[in-house]
């Protein structure tokens, strides 16, 4: 069951990478592997769970990284790199991982893997979960830029940007604030204000 489940999760990822994520039904997804649609449901449950399967499959490629060895920058920044790799490779599929939330355990790999990267820069606890979605937004959004064409010439005007020279300024920059946030007292738990 687990190998057909990931036929199918894959042939959905592809469909969506080709005609984008409006394109994604179960019927569609059937029709590519030559099935009716009623014959991928116990694969896959239903469409919700199907999106949540292609979201935990996309995901699931960023695992490489997670045993990486190195220090804790060389991580943070193997992960960045990961993450902009995979919307690259799946730019249509890519942007469910913006729009889902992170409702299973596969889907909350990301953050784990900057959470636990954090912790080993000795960020105070309080601070992790600020930090782990700072830095998640700033991988995660500066990839589904480049993807959706925010990022392109047009829209941001006639100046060549070197989007590779400005991924590892803002990389340079998230592992900055890392480590002036490891170098000062806690602040307490700031998901629910100040302190």
Known sequence: MDEKRGQILD??????DERGLAAISMRSVAERLGLSSMAIYPYVGNKEALLDGMVDRLLGELSPVAGL??????????????????????PGAYQLIMARPSGTPDAR??????SAILREAKVP?????????????LVLGFAASEVNGRFSATAVGPDDVDWDAEFEADLDDGIGLVEQVADRPPTGDLTSGRT
């Open 125 to 137: 606890e309080a601070d992790v979960p600020r930090l782990e979605r700072l830095l998640s937004t």
């Open 69 to 90: 060895d190195g220090s804790w920058q060389d991580r943070l920044r193997a992960v960045a790199h990961a993450v902009r790799g995979l919307a690259r490779r799946h």
């Open 11 to 16: 042939q959905a990822i592809a469909l969506a």
């Open 109 to 114: 790999r990301l953050d784990e893997m900057l």
